[in-house]
Each structure stands twice: as C-alpha cells, then as structure tokens.
C-alpha cells in the first residue's frame, strides 16, 4: 500500500480538508459509521487505518475496554497518540497489507475509508478472520464500487454531466478490477476498485457472514450543511458492509 | 404485476426479437446462467416465469427430475406446453406476486429475467423459502441495479454517452427504490427498482445465505456474434444470486 499521508503536501492539505466542518466524511460517512456499530460495552476493538485517532475517541465514550489503532502514516499515528494518551488506546504504525504480522484478538475491527488502498482485499479479510474472536465483527466502510469504477488515464476526472436539466453521473470500466490512479490532493493517489459482487463473494468465501450491506446516503441535516449533498442519493459514494466472523 | 406479454403486439415484437438468435438474452444471460446451476440430478425443479420453457428443457436434460414452470402469461404457458409435452414438464398461468397460492416442494428455483418485474421482493423471498426443501437453492439472475435505476419521466431512453471518445453509461436515481416505466417493444413496461445492497439484505433478511454474486459479462463468444457487447463489460446489463434457504 502506497502511503500518501506521509508525503508534506498531501497530508497538509489533506488535514486542511478534514477540519473543515463541511465535508462528505464529517457528514455522510461518520454518521452512518457510528449507527452501524453493535453494543461495545467490554469490547476491544481494533481500528484499521485509524488516522488521528478521533473516531476511536467515540468507540471508548461509547463502552469499549480498549482501541487498538494501526496507520500506515506516521504523521496519522501522531496525531492519534496525541489525541488520544488514556491508557485504553494503544497506537502502530503499521502497513494494512502486512497485518498478518499484527498480533491480537478483537471483538469489533472497524475500519473507515480505508480499504480500497488495499491491493489484495481477500488476504485482508484472511488476516482480520485471524484477529477477531469468535464471532467477531467486522464493520467497514470504502469508496463504492460506483466512485471507484472509471480508469482516468491522467485525463481529466469528469464524473458528473447535465442533460436535459438532470444531472447523471459516469460510469464505465465496472467490470476491469484493479489499480486506479487518481490526483487528490495535489497528489497520484492509488486505489483499488473491486465490484459489489466482488467484495461480498470475498466476504463469503473468507467465512464471514454478511449482516447488513449499506450504500451512504446524505441526511437531511447533511443537504442542509451543503445542498449539493442531495446528488450523493443519486449515486451513492461510499458503501457500508457488516460481517461476522462464521466460526468454523 | 402487470402482464405485457398477453398484449398481442408486445408479444408478437418479444418473440421476433427473442427469435433472432443474436440477443442477449441468448449470448449473455442464458449461458451464464446454465454455468450457475448445481447438481440436478432427480431435483425437481420450479421455474419462476418459465416464459416459453426452452430452460426448462435444459434442465431435464441435464439431470432434473421434474420441471413445473410458471408465467404470468397465458401465451407464455401455452407455447410452453407445445414445446415440452413430456410427464416431467408441468406448467401453470400464474402471477409471481401470488406465489403464497402456490403449493409443493421444490430443490431448486430457478428464475430468469423476471424478478425486477416483481413489486414486493420480500414477500417474492418469503414464498419462495415454503416452496424450497431443506438446503433448497434459489438461482435467479435480474436487470442490474445499474440498468434499472434511472427514472425516464416518459423521455428519451438515452442511458450512454460518448466524451472524449470513450463510452460513458449514465447513472441517476439509484437510492430512489421502485417503480421504473420503460418503454419496451412498443409498450409500457413496468420494473422495479432495488440496490445491491438492498437485495442482498432481503436474502439475509429472509433466511437466505448468499452463495455467490456474479454480473453479467460478454464472453469472446458473444462479443464475437456482436462487437457491441463490449461495452457491456463497462457496466453489467444482468445481475446473478445464488442463495441457499438457512435451515432454521
């Protein structure tokens, strides 16, 4: 997994973004995240791709014994142990895609926005099988496989047109899963696009059950935030999944 | 759930176009969905909108006991019987969305391209579970979530675009669920509209354990009867479950 977040540029502007209070993650995904989870009363948890640690204030203030975070990005890892110094958190600077190097046993894994960096998706959820207990659960959310389909080939990343009135949004290359380099933040971003049916065959074959799947919606609060909001229920831009661990 | 196919001019334009051997019905949809099947050997099966029954003869071919079909259709069900007069066929007129009337025990339902045609997905599900024997399997393939989503408001049907020489699909309404009026052979045609997600959280949600997902694709074969089918690749036409009923 390439690591942006330690490069100067993108993590500025990237922290920037983020503490704008008017954001797609602040009001779209955040909200859906935390009603996803289960009673974490006792409960450990680990967090992948944890970043500045603010989401897993939110799980211990909400009954969890314990967060374990792991980050890629060192400047992530920072911030979250400066956010969070409580004894109950415990931080790692650690490459999602070397997690079988990672010891433990956790009742919840969240993880936010973070898996599609992630090349080998089936070797992921291999690993996070390995880390929760007995019916553990895994709840995730990532770009969905709407907002991650098109290949841009370093042309301009247009996803939206007006016709007729109606805005559409693009869609093409579904079915090529793969590598898809976008410029975010100033910055060659490296993502991964896997199809809906890929991720919940993967979740399926790696003896997970699927509880829920959810496409991201935005709140009437949220459209009230930003009115253009209302376009993300055409189209939905993040995707939700909640999985046990079957045990064998 | 309306019956277009005992319209006489719908029905006459759907089987010259189901007669010409270059569709895709024929070239994408049929050979996936034979790909799909288990085991048959003396299963008995029911076929959920069996349509002419030329399915269903493959299915006795290929090891099934018996094959009961049902249709909507008086026409449907009449070319039915004329094809497939044997003891092992059996055939009924007979609306899906009525299927609580229905009665027997069934290892396999199958059902081909008729299940976006169907308002009330859960109660489609929940009939489906008393019509299936223990471990039953339910292998259906439908519109995807892809091609049923726009709302056309009775204009033009226009669902592709071309910028900057590269096909786009449009994509608009998709969180808003329901009704979809289409024109199709020169007639009204009503769909439903339903998510991925939310039909994998029907399966769940009525007892069912998703086996596996698979959208549509051109195979070389196809795309060699028509280059056009390359662009389905871009985006799936058809989606395809394959479900187990959970013994409770």
Chains 1, 2 share one sequence.
């Not at 100067?8 to 989870?37: A, C, D, G, Q």
């Not at 500045?52 to 911030?79: H, P, Q, T, W, Y």
């Not at 799947?213 to 459209?223: G, P």
Request: proline letters at 2%; one cysteine or more; a negative charge.
């Amino acid at each position: 997994m390439k690591n942006v977040y330690d490069n100067k540029t993108f993590f500025e502007l990237y922290k920037n973004h983020r503490s704008e209070s008017v954001n797609r993650n602040n009001l779209i995904e955040n909200p859906i995240m935390k009603s996803l989870l289960p009673n974490l009363t006792d409960k450990c948890v680990l967090d992948l791709g944890c970043g500045d640690g603010k989401f897993d204030r939110f799980l211990i203030e909400n009954g969890a014994r314990c967060v374990v975070g792991v980050d890629i990005s060192k400047n992530m890892i920072a911030d979250a142990k400066k956010n969070n110094k409580e004894r109950c958190f415990d931080y790692y600077v650690l490459d999602m895609e070397k997690l079988d190097t990672f010891e433990g046993e956790y009742d919840v894994i969240v993880s936010s926005l973070a898996f599609h960096y992630v090349k080998d998706f089936d070797k992921l959820l291999k690993d996070i099988y390995n880390l929760l207990t007995e019916d553990g659960i895994l709840i995730f959310s990532q770009e969905s496989p709407f907002k991650t389909a098109i290949i841009f080939d370093g042309k301009e990343q247009k996803n939206k047109i007006e016709i007729d009135g109606k805005i559409y949004y693009l869609l093409s290359d579904y079915q090529t899963e793969g590598e898809r380099k976008v410029i975010w933040n100033k910055t060659e971003v490296t993502k991964y696009h896997r199809t809906y049916a890929s991720l919940v065959n993967s979740l399926i074959n790696n003896n997970f059950k699927i509880v829920k799947v959810l496409d991201s919606y935005a709140s009437e609060e949220a459209i009230k935030e930003n009115e253009n909001y209302k376009k993300e229920n055409d189209r939905p831009i993040f995707t939700f999944f909640i999985a046990k661990k079957n045990s064998l």
